[in-house]
C-alpha cells in the first residue's frame, strides 16, 4: 500500500517517510506478523443476522471499513472531525508522536487488514484507521476528564447520555470495530501525561472501561482483548470457563420460571453486584442466578457478543449458553413477572421510547429472550443445559408426586363415603350396577326409535 503523506480530509496528517524495517516492541503485532490463520473482526453470519439486522448495525457512527462512508451515517462526521482535530490540538499530543503511530499503521497495515474476516478494499485504509483512532481517543479522553471532574454541566453533546448510550452501543459492535493493538499504539505516548484536570491518564484498558462503564476487573489485564465486543465478553463472563462434559441433546419440553417455583424451586438473584453472567448456581433446591438488567441495548450488546462467540470461539460459547438458560426459564410474560419479582430480572426505563404498560414489556423481554437464539442453535458447552435438565427432572418429579398424592386423597375421600363397611360398599356397587343398566336401556331405546 503506497504512503499517504500531507493533506487528508480537512485535517493535516504527519508527513514522514515510511521506516518499513523498523523493529517492533510490541508482542500484540509480533503475534501478529506470524499471520492468524483468521481474522478476529468479523461480518456477522446471515442465519444469526436475519433475527434482527438492526442489532448489528451501527446507527450512529461508522468505525473501521466494514460501514465506512454509509450515506445513513455521514451526519456523524462533522463530529468525528471535530474530535480529531480537538485530539491533535491536546498540548500532550507532540507531532513525532503522531508521526509514528502514522508509520505504524502504514508498516502493519497488511497485518490490521487481515484481522478482518472480510475482504476489505485497501484504497483510503491507513488513513481510516488513522482518524477513527485518534476519534475514539479523544472520545475516551473526554468521558474520562468529565468522570474525574465530575461535571454535570455537559456541553459536549456526544457525552450527554441522550448520545452517548447510542454511541457505546455502536462502539460495542462486530462490525464496528478497529483492532484495540492500535489504540494501544496510539495511546502509548500519552500515557503518562496529565490531564487538564491534573489527573493522570490510566492506562487504555481502564479508560476504555470506564467509557463503556465496565468495571475493570484485575484478570483483563493478563489476558489479550482484541477489541470492544471482545471486552464486553470479558465483562459478562469475568473469564469463567463453566464447563460440563456431559451430553445433553436439546431438551424438547421446558419448564418455566412460574411453574418451577409452583413446584418448590427457589428463584435467588445472586447478591455479588459484580457477579458476572455465569454465576448460576443450582443446588437441587435453590436456582441462584445474577441480576440482568434489560434496557433498550441489552439486545444489541448481547447478539454480538454472542455473534463474535459463534464466528471465534464458538467451542467456548458461554454466553449463547446463558442465553439459552434464559429462554428455558422464560416462557411467556408470567415468568417474565416472576423473575422481575425475585429481581433476577430488572428493566430499566422506557421501551423504544415509550411508556408501556408493564404486560407489553414482559411481552417484548419475553419476546426479545427468544429470539436471540435464532440461528445460534445449539451452543457447544452443555453447562446450562444441565442445570435445565434438572430443573426438568426435579419439576416431573415433584408432578409426579402431587398427582400420586392426589390419587391417594380421592380413594381416601371414596373408601371413607362410600366402602366404610361391607354393607355400605355393597349397596354403592349396586346403586352404581342399577345406574348402568338404566344408562344402557334408555341408549337403546333412542336407537331403535
Known amino acids: 500500500m503506497a504512503p499517504r503523506k500531507g493533506q487528508l480530509g480537512s485535517i493535516n496528517a504527519p508527513s514522514f517517510e515510511t521506516k518499513k524495517d523498523e523493529a517492533s516492541n510490541d508482542s500484540e503485532v509480533e503475534d501478529l506478523e506470524r499471520g492468524p490463520d483468521q481474522g478476529f473482526i468479523y461480518e456477522v453470519p446471515r442465519n444469526i443476522r436475519q433475527a434482527n439486522p438492526k442489532a448489528y448495525t ?20 462533522k463530529y468525528k472531525v471535530d474530535y480529531q482535530v480537538k485530539f491533535l490540538q491536546r498540548t500532550s499530543v507532540s507531532k513525532k508522536a503522531l508521526e509514528s503511530f502514522w508509520s505504524f499503521i502504514e508498516r502493519y497495515d497488511k497485518n490490521i487488514l487481515n484481522c478482518y474476516e472480510a475482504l476489505i478494499d485497501e484504497d483510503e485504509f491507513v488513513k481510516m484507521i488513522f482518524y477513527d483512532a485518534l476519534f475514539i481517543m479523544e472520545l ?26 447510542g454511541l457505546r452501543r455502536d462502539l460495542i ?61 470479558c465483562h459478562m463472563t469475568k473469564t469463567q470457563n463453566p464447563s460440563s462434559k456431559t451430553k445433553i441433546p436439546t431438551l424438547k419440553k421446558v419448564y418455566g420460571a412460574t411453574s418451577l417455583h409452583e413446584v418448590g424451586v427457589e428463584l435467588i438473584v445472586e447478591p ?48 449463547c449458553a446463558y442465553v ?11 415468568d417474565v413477572e416472576r423473575l422481575i419479582e425475585k429481581e433476577i430480572l430488572s428493566k430499566e426505563g422506557q421501551h423504544e421510547g415509550r411508556l408501556v404498560t408493564i404486560i407489553n414489556t414482559n411481552i417484548a423481554v419475553q419476546r426479545m429472550i427468544k429470539k436471540l437464539m435464532v440461528g445460534i442453535g445449539q451452543p457447544s458447552p452443555a453447562c446450562y443445559r444441565v442445570t435445565a435438565n434438572r430443573l426438568n427432572q426435579l419439576y416431573k418429579e415433584a408432578r409426579k408426586r402431587k398427582v400420586t398424592l392426589f390419587i391417594k386423597e380421592i380413594y381416601g375421600i371414596l373408601k371413607r363415603v ?29 336407537v331403535k326409535d
Open 58 to 77: 451501527p446507527l450512529l457512527i461508522s468505525i473501521g471499513p466494514l460501514h465506512y462512508r454509509k450515506t445513513s451515517l455521514a451526519s456523524m462526521a
Open 140 to 165: 475516551f479522553l473526554r468521558n474520562y476528564e468529565k468522570e474525574v471532574e465530575k461535571n454535570s454541566d455537559i456541553k459536549d453533546l456526544l457525552l450527554k447520555e441522550t448520545w452517548s448510550a
Open 173 to 233: 459492535l462486530l462490525e464496528n470495530q478497529i483492532p484495540m493493538f492500535v489504540l494501544e499504539e496510539l495511546y502509548k505516548p500519552y500515557e503518562n501525561h496529565k490531564l487538564a484536570s491534573d489527573a493522570s491518564v490510566p492506562s487504555f484498558l481502564k479508560l476504555a472501561c470506564s467509557y463503556f462503564d465496565i468495571p475493570c476487573d484485575p484478570q483483563f489485564e493478563h489476558i489479550q482483548i482484541p477489541h470492544f465486543t471482545a471486552l464486553q465478553r
Open 272 to 319: 455479588n453486584q459484580t457477579a458476572c453472567l455465569l454465576d448460576v448456581k443450582f443446588d437441587g433446591k435453590k436456582l441462584k442466578t445474577p441480576k440482568l438488567t434489560v434496557h433498550s441495548n441489552t439486545e444489541a450488546y448481547l447478539r454480538n457478543v454472542m455473534a463474535f462467540e459463534m464466528c471465534h470461539c464458538p467451542d467456548e460459547a458461554y454466553v
Open 324 to 334: 439459552e438458560l434464559m429462554n428455558y426459564l422464560i416462557q411467556n410474560a408470567q
Open 418 to 446: 362410600y366402602f366404610p363397611n361391607l354393607w355400605r360398599g355393597t349397596g354403592t356397587v349396586a346403586a352404581f350396577m342399577v345406574l348402568v343398566f338404566t344408562f344402557m336401556q334408555t341408549v337403546l331405546a333412542f
